[in-house]
């Protein structure tokens, strides 16, 4: 959990111990309102309208952080593996560059991925960054040649060999992308959390246990949706 995450939960969690201790002070020992009916009513709704706020404010900090989370997980994911390598072995990657390419563009797609394969067991990460650059760009374009589908999307290519193979040598080049990744996943789902706990307090539940009850569904965006009707 982030440390603004941290922070996001426990300002909801101030705010409405705050409230409930505010609103506490609106009744008598014996359970009566202090106050007459209408100032009662308005004393507690100005109580309700400062907590809410508050938890607005929160929610809307939790979706900037998701959205932050997101282009981080985006750029991770992006990021040119030629920053990750020496100068000998980019220099290596620029020799075997034309060479690489043919092989991507002459090769038929099973006999590219065996070739990568070759590749991705040397171990030379100039050579990988050469071929998985070359191969990269034949994938993009065989996902543009396939047929759409009935939703008229591009049909996935990510059960093939070419795709694994090619995978495998993101990771060689970048091996702690994957874990930086699913960290920011992570992180975006604790966010998520954060929103909903405000959202649920803010529509009457008392307590950060009591808001986390109706927090369980199966798809985030359905949560999400659920809460903010």
């Known amino acids: 959990m982030t440390e603004t995450i941290k922070n996001l939960k426990a300002r909801a969690e101030r705010a409405q111990a705050k409230f409930e201790a505010d609103k506490a002070t609106?009744?008598?020992?014996?359970?009566?309102?202090?106050?007459?009916?209408?100032?009662?009513?308005e004393r507690l709704g100005a109580l309700t309208q400062e907590r809410n706020a508050t938890l607005r404010q929160i929610e809307e900090d939790a979706r900037t952080e998701r959205a932050t989370l997101d282009t981080k997980?985006?750029?991770?994911?992006?990021?040119?593996?030629?920053?990750?390598?020496?100068?000998?072995?980019?220099?290596?990657?620029?020799?075997?560059?034309?060479?690489?390419?043919?092989?991507?563009?002459?090769?038929?797609?099973?006999?590219?991925?065996?070739?990568?394969?070759?590749?991705?067991?040397?171990?030379d990460k100039g050579v990988i960054f050469a071929h998985l650059s070359a191969a990269e760009r034949r994938q993009r374009e065989i996902i543009r040649s396939r047929p759409t589908g009935t939703n008229g999307t591009v049909s996935s290519f990510a059960t093939t060999e070419l795709d694994g193979v090619i995978s495998e040598m993101r990771?060689?080049?970048?091996?702690?992308?994957?874990?930086?990744?699913?960290?920011?996943?992570?992180?975006?789902?604790?966010?998520?959390?954060?929103?909903?706990?405000?959202?649920?307090?803010?529509?009457?539940?008392?307590?950060?246990?009591g808001a986390y009850v109706n927090r369980r569904y199966d798809n985030v965006a359905e949560r999400l949706d659920l809460r903010r009707a």
Do not use: M
């Not at 609106?26 to 009513?41: F, I, N, S, T, W």
């Not at 990021?79 to 002459?106: K, V, Y």
């Open 26 to 41: 609106l009744y008598r020992g014996d359970g009566a309102p202090v106050y007459g009916d209408q100032e009662h009513k």
């Open 73 to 123: 997980a985006a750029n991770i994911k992006n990021r040119d593996a030629a920053g990750l390598l020496t100068s000998e072995e980019l220099a290596n990657a620029n020799d075997r560059r034309a060479f690489a390419q043919d092989a991507a563009e002459t090769l038929g797609v099973e006999e590219l991925a065996l070739r990568l394969q070759s590749v991705q067991a040397s171990g």
């Open 171 to 209: 990771k060689a080049l970048d091996p702690h992308a994957e874990v930086e990744i699913e960290s920011a996943k992570s992180a975006q789902e604790e966010a998520i959390e954060v929103e909903l706990l405000a959202a649920n307090l803010k529509h009457g539940a008392r307590t950060s246990a």
